[in-house]
């Protein structure tokens, strides 16, 4: 196996320079190009133990979501792998289930495997990050906001869409609109349910919270929720629905009780997971996911590399839209 000495005689260069090219630290792009062909052609890898060993962290990332299987998620961890691979780190991948408890495990193992970061999207309000927190491991919140902790953040503005969703479902005529959310404690679910509630009262109508139900993230959520709706003595004549799993399991109890989109009023919050289940006339409320991911983990790296500004939260921006059979412009 080639050293690091060999590399360096090659490239011309001394050995501290090769050691600077593979530790992203400044070095001109003519003698990091020659230092890259040397490695190449000796097929030098890097020792990671020994720079382990230097930076005190490992090269290593963790990202903790609450659900492996919603393609929200999916699409969120494709932009932090892709903006992490690009600086060099490798990403880990682990799914909490919406459990604090198996949250809290994967948090020690990232404290224990000595990993550089951790982004999270926290399964719910009693997330706890202390662990991290108390040995300065950078932290980056994603989807789901800090809890009140003084750490970087990227989040989608929840309430404003669900505003927004609502309140195009006003405009085209429905007045008993209900609202199928996510679990009670966490803090995306809340934040829709309160744009379900602003764009109703901005529309001069009450919100009934008897038309309110929570439910799991998932399908099944969705399909129990839509159904104790539909069998309340005065039900809604349109839903937000508040996730995108969920929206594909309220859409089957739609459909199965001879109704669809084109009559029940319906929006979601997030992008069904095949096009193909997207009626005419759903609007629906589009989640940047990639980039919120390619946002997070870019924060993160900068923390990993030395940053110290003050914790920031950027928001990105959603767009909702219904199918043109509805005609509704986008609105922004």
Same mark, same amino acid.
């Given at each position: 196996?080639?050293?690091?000495?060999?590399?360096?005689?090659?490239?011309?260069?001394?050995?501290?320079?090769?050691?600077?090219?593979?530790?992203?630290?400044?070095?001109?792009?003519?003698?990091?190009?020659?230092? &890259?062909?040397?490695?190449?052609?000796?097929?030098?890898?890097?020792?990671?133990? !020994?720079?382990?060993? &230097?930076?005190?962290?490992?090269?290593?990332?963790?990202?903790? %979501?609450?659900?492996?299987?919603?393609?929200?998620?999916?699409?969120?961890?494709?932009?932090?792998?892709?903006? !992490?691979?690009?600086?060099?780190?490798?990403?880990?991948?682990?799914?909490?289930?919406?459990?604090?408890?198996?949250?809290?495990?994967? %948090?020690?193992?990232?404290?224990?495997?000595?990993?550089?970061?951790?982004? %999270?999207?926290?399964?719910?309000?009693?997330?706890?990050?202390?662990?991290?927190?108390? /040995?300065?491991?950078?932290?980056?919140? +994603?989807?789901?906001?800090?809890?009140?902790?003084?750490?970087?953040? =990227?989040?989608?503005?929840?309430?404003?869409?669900?505003?927004?969703?609502?309140?195009?479902? +006003?405009?085209?005529?429905?007045? &008993?609109?209900?609202?199928? *959310?996510?679990?009670?404690?966490?803090?995306?679910?809340?934040?829709?349910?309160?744009?379900?509630?602003?764009?109703? &009262?901005?529309?001069?109508?009450?919100?009934?919270?008897?038309?309110?139900?929570?439910?799991?993230? /998932?399908?099944?959520?969705?399909?129990?929720?839509?159904?104790?709706?539909? !069998?309340?003595?005065?039900?809604?004549?349109?839903?937000?629905?508040?996730?995108?799993?969920?929206?594909?399991? !309220?859409?089957?109890?739609?459909?199965?009780?001879?109704?669809?989109?084109?009559?029940?009023?319906?929006?979601?919050?997030?992008?069904?997971?095949?096009?193909?289940?997207?009626?005419?006339?759903?609007?629906? +409320?589009?989640?940047?996911?990639?980039?919120?991911?390619? *946002?997070?983990?870019?924060?993160?790296?900068?923390?990993?590399?030395?940053?110290?500004?003050?914790?920031?939260?950027? =928001?990105?921006?959603?767009? +909702?839209?219904?199918?043109?059979?509805?005609?509704?412009?986008?609105?922004?």
């Amino acid at each position: 196996m080639a050293t690091i000495y060999e590399v360096a005689k090659l490239a011309g260069v001394s050995p501290a320079t090769v050691s600077r090219v593979f530790n992203s630290n400044n070095v001109s792009e003519e003698k990091a190009g020659l230092v &890259r062909a040397a490695a190449a052609q000796l097929a030098y890898t890097p020792n990671r133990t !020994a720079r382990t060993l &230097r930076r005190r962290h490992s090269e290593i990332i963790a990202l903790i %979501i609450p659900d492996i299987e919603n393609p929200f998620f999916t699409s969120l961890a494709r932009g932090v792998e892709d903006a !992490a691979r690009s600086a060099g780190f490798s990403v880990v991948l682990c799914n909490s289930d919406e459990d604090v408890a198996k949250e809290a495990q994967y %948090i020690d193992i990232a404290v224990l495997e000595n990993m550089a970061g951790i982004i %999270i999207a926290a399964a719910s309000d009693d997330s706890d990050l202390h662990p991290l927190l108390s /040995r300065s491991r950078p932290v980056v919140a +994603v989807d789901r906001g800090p809890h009140g902790l003084d750490i970087d953040a =990227v989040m989608v503005d929840n309430r404003a869409g669900g505003m927004a969703a609502t309140s195009a479902l +006003v405009t085209h005529g429905f007045k &008993r609109i209900g609202c199928i *959310t996510g679990p009670s404690d966490v803090e995306t679910a809340q934040h829709r349910a309160d744009g379900w509630r602003d764009a109703l &009262r901005s529309a001069g109508l009450t919100p009934d919270e008897a038309l309110l139900e929570h439910a799991n993230y /998932r399908v099944d959520g969705g399909r129990a929720a839509m159904q104790r709706l539909l !069998a309340l003595p005065e039900p809604p004549d349109a839903v937000f629905v508040a996730n995108n799993l969920m929206s594909v399991g !309220a859409l089957q109890v739609l459909y199965d009780a001879g109704s669809s989109p084109e009559t029940f009023g319906f929006a979601a919050f997030g992008d069904l997971p095949f096009a193909a289940l997207a009626p005419a006339g759903m609007t629906v +409320v589009h989640v940047p996911a990639r980039a919120m991911g390619r *946002t997070a983990a870019t924060m993160l790296l900068d923390r990993i590399n030395g940053d110290d500004r003050p914790p920031r939260t950027v =928001v990105l921006r959603n767009e +909702v839209s219904t199918n043109p059979e509805n005609a509704l412009a986008h609105v922004r």
